[in-house]
């Protein structure tokens, strides 16, 4: 005689059973610690209110996917959660004030750190937590950052420093001596490392920094109204540039086509 089949109430207590603990592994581990905030963009102000309950101009919602609904949320200092929906009988009203940018909420305030943590709609556009490890990273990444560029910065030669630095300085940078470039290559790669490693790996910054270097001596000639490139012996036109471009990157540009190239090879010879 063969076994019989399962029971259909069996089934749907090992399906709840699986679910259960489906939910159990995806839900987020909640630590009771003490825990800071900060306002975020460096801001600092003496004190900083921020929107603590629901109303019509100043929405304080949740949207709970699960359910896929929004839920109100409050500040209740009474309450042990920020979801209306589980708050019951009077509500004492709570106010969520940084001071000189920083909110600590020790751990006795479950509610507030919930609030702050898991449901407010501002958190990380305002302001964020304070965690470590992710503080710890991301400054970790910015110190490679800026040690890249210091490598970079100094491995450079004086043509390609001379170029960058003339992205930040302008033609100031043609007065430098070669132990003035070295040093504020090095102070640009410090101040601002992203922007000097995406300006040192434009193909175009070298070749921009020629063209310019080129009308400094009167090799080239720039027409007033910055549509034409000229020689500066002859005045014969070399290119036109077009409308609603750079001149000097469009004689980047230019020097890598056909006939540019033999241009951009004559210039080099001339400034050396």
Known sequence: MGASAPSPLFLLIILYYIMSKTKEIKAPKWEIKDRRYYLLHGKEPLTYTLNSKNSLRHPLLYFNEEVGEQQELRYA?????PLVKDQKGEVTLGHIIFEDGVLAVSKQKQN???????????????????EADVIAEDELDNINIQLDAMMAAKEMDIDHAEAVLRV????????????????DILLMAKKNPKAFLEIASDDNVGLRNIGIRAVEQNILKLAQDQRTFHWGSNDRKLMTIPFDEN?????AAWFKTDEGVQVFKTIKKKLQ
Do not use: C, M
């Open 247 to 251: 001149p000097y990157s469009a004689l």
């Open 112 to 130: 507030l750190q919930k609030l702050l943590s898991l449901y407010h709609p501002k958190k990380n556009i305002i302001y964020a937590e304070w």
């Open 168 to 183: 930040e300085v302008g033609s100031s940078v043609s007065s430098l001596s070669s132990k003035e470039l070295k040093r």
């Open 77 to 81: 200092t009474n309450q042990n959660s």
